[in-house]
């Protein structure tokens, strides 16, 4: 089957991860991938849906186009797939207006309501559209991730971090945390890997301009991967990206029991679940003191992105949904 696959942008997080990752697993089951960009002005955008007609299969991916170019796009595909990995029906954790949005929630509905199929990155967002929804999570190829540096050289015990300037601003809420860590903990240092950075008092910052070709590399090297999501509706519905890049360099990860990271971090097998300041401070303490522990618990964590969460895993399921659309089954 030939699949168009319609994006915010090529290079943009989502459609690498969600979509280009996935092109040597369709390919080798005889399908073609074409990704096109959709334009921000509206003529533009009708230009690129109507390239629709030329697919036998189209995905949209998280575009909350309006109900006109729904119905635009609809009237010319073939078969209509929607993936979404993030509430994106509505504003996110620092929107300022409060989540719900009237119009991002009618246009989910709509593209939803018009798609053959739905795919949602966890099963939290697929409660949103019922049985249309397969999830398929965002997945990591683990082949591009070295395990965690062991032997250096120097006496600091590095926590990272990796993320956007906009999901920064949930880690920049927390400086008390951060603070009592670097007060309880001295040889601690943070990583942060990013295009802007935090300035803490008492936790030294080690700043990392993100670059994708060098970001595995820095993943591996520091010892301890972080996630903190504040607990509201948009971040309980993602999909936890970090946490599986963390543990695909086979660090073990500290986060909160917000969303996902409550499934993806398991107690004491591949990391530790924290809630207040003191069980942040007991579960870094108890890995920054056993070398051991951090690397079998991170050894745990790679296991479980190769069984779950990797390309090839994704892969199947991406083909093997495909499949069921190309043949008209019910999805």
């Known amino acids: 089957m030939n699949i168009l696959a319609l994006v915010e942008a090529e290079n943009h997080v989502c459609?690498?991860?969600?979509?280009?990752?996935?092109?040597?697993?369709?390919?080798?089951?005889?399908?073609?991938?074409?990704?096109?960009?959709?334009?921000?002005?509206?003529?533009?955008r009708l230009k690129a849906l109507a390239a629709a007609r030329y697919a036998d299969v189209v995905i949209l991916q998280r575009k909350l186009i309006s109900r006109f170019?729904?119905?635009?796009?609809?009237?010319?595909?073939?078969?209509?797939?929607?993936?979404?990995?993030?509430?994106?029906?509505?504003?996110?954790?620092h929107s300022g207006k409060g989540f719900d949005d009237a119009k991002r929630t009618r246009r989910f509905r709509a593209i939803a309501a018009s798609a053959n199929a739905v795919v949602a990155g966890n099963s939290i967002l697929a409660e949103q559209v019922g049985s249309k929804a397969t999830v398929i999570p965002t997945c990591i190829n683990t082949q591009h991730y070295s395990a965690m540096q062991v032997g250096k050289t120097d006496h600091f015990i590095r926590l990272v971090w990796i993320g956007s300037s906009s999901t920064l601003k949930g880690l920049e809420t927390q400086r008390e945390l951060f603070e009592s860590l670097g007060r309880a903990i001295p040889a601690l240092r943070l990583?942060?890997?990013?295009?802007?950075?935090?300035?803490?008092?008492?936790?030294?910052?080690?700043a990392v301009n993100w670059d994708e070709r060098t970001e595995t590399a820095e993943l591996a090297s520091a010892d301890i991967g972080i996630g903190w999501v504040p607990d509201d509706p948009w971040s309980r519905g993602k999909c936890a990206l970090k946490l599986l890049q963390y543990q695909a360099?086979?660090?073990?990860v500290v986060a909160n029991p917000v969303g996902v990271q409550a499934?993806?971090?398991r107690p004491g097998v591949d990391g530790f679940l924290a809630t207040t300041i003191e069980e942040w401070i007991a579960a870094i303490r108890a890995l920054v003191s056993d070398a051991d522990l951090r690397c079998r618990l991170g050894a745990a964590g790679r296991e479980q992105v190769r069984a779950k969460y990797s390309v090839d895993v994704g892969g199947a399921m991406w083909v093997e949904l495909l499949n069921r659309v190309g043949k008209g089954a019910p999805c």
């Open 15 to 44: 459609c690498r991860y969600r979509i280009a990752a996935f092109r040597p697993h369709l390919e080798a089951a005889g399908h073609t991938l074409a990704i096109r960009a959709l334009p921000k002005d509206f003529l533009g």
């Open 191 to 206: 990583k942060v890997i990013c295009d802007r950075f935090p300035e803490f008092e008492h936790l030294p910052i080690d």
């Open 69 to 93: 170019e729904t119905g635009w796009l609809r009237r010319r595909a073939r078969r209509l797939i929607f993936d979404f990995d993030d509430a994106i029906w509505l504003r996110d954790s």
């Open 263 to 265: 499934e993806i971090v």
């Open 249 to 252: 360099a086979g660090l073990p």
